[in-house]
T-cell receptor
């Protein structure tokens, strides 16, 4: 298996533009997580899905952020409109539901909003 | 202006020495814990995990200790190598009710191994 695949690896966009980050979890995994990592706040859980259903989105910063998981093999995190303070590395991770297995992380998307 | 970043605890060791990285977790109901290693430019990578019904677990060159009384985890790395240089995070499953799995991360510790 290729692991969790995220795209793009790097994204530079202008303030106000829409940004879409993509994630393909590991085949067979049924939990998917979106994290944001910054120097100021470390690794923050934004939202997670079980069986494609959002379970907890309390970490989503504001209405400009939205996440979808239309099927078991694909998820998106969208920011509209983007702001400079959204600049961060965004990680997607996947796991098997059950609570006692590790989450596998993708390589991340480094987002820069100018 | 000058940016203020997250001031990570740092640990600097000599190659060949043993390293101990500590972590305090927040939720007394957490029942599953993981240590991750993150190298520059990469995503966190699993090292070792432990369930709350255990107080010690050993892997290859690594040992995790769990003290639920004081909500403390430690990661011991034996014979530390330059390739161990990274940021190390502890994570807890802070929503262990039912089948939910909410992995919450600590702030991380920067380990530097000097050759």
């Amino acid at each position: 298996d290729a692991g969790v695949i995220q795209s793009p690896r790097h994204e530079v966009t202008e303030m106000g533009q829409e940004v879409t980050l993509r994630c393909k979890p590991i085949s067979g995994h049924n939990s998917l997580f979106w994290y944001r990592q910054t120097m100021m706040r470390g690794l923050e859980l934004l939202i997670y899905f079980n069986n494609n259903v959002p379970i907890d989105d309390s970490g989503m910063p504001e209405d400009r952020f939205s996440a979808k998981m239309p099927n078991a093999s694909f998820s998106t995190l969208k920011i509209q409109p983007s702001e400079p303070r959204d600049s961060a590395v965004y990680f997607c991770a996947s796991s098997v539901i059950g609570g006692s297995t590790e989450a596998f992380f993708g390589q991340g998307t480094r987002l820069t909003v100018v | 202006g000058e940016s203020v970043g997250l001031h990570l605890p740092t640990l600097s060791v000599q190659e060949g020495d043993n390293s101990i990285i500590n972590c305090a977790y927040s939720n007394s109901a957490s029942d599953y814990f993981i240590w991750y290693k993150q190298e520059s430019g990469k995503g966190p990578q699993f090292i070792i995990d432990i369930r709350s019904n255990m107080d010690k677990r050993q892997g290859q060159r690594v040992t995790v200790l769990l003290n639920k009384t004081v909500k403390h985890l430690s990661l011991q790395i034996a014979a530390t190598q330059p390739g161990d240089s990274a940021v190390y995070f502890c994570a807890e499953n802070s929503d262990s009710g039912g089948s939910n799995y909410k992995l919450t991360f600590g702030k991380g510790t920067l380990l530097t191994v000097n050759p």
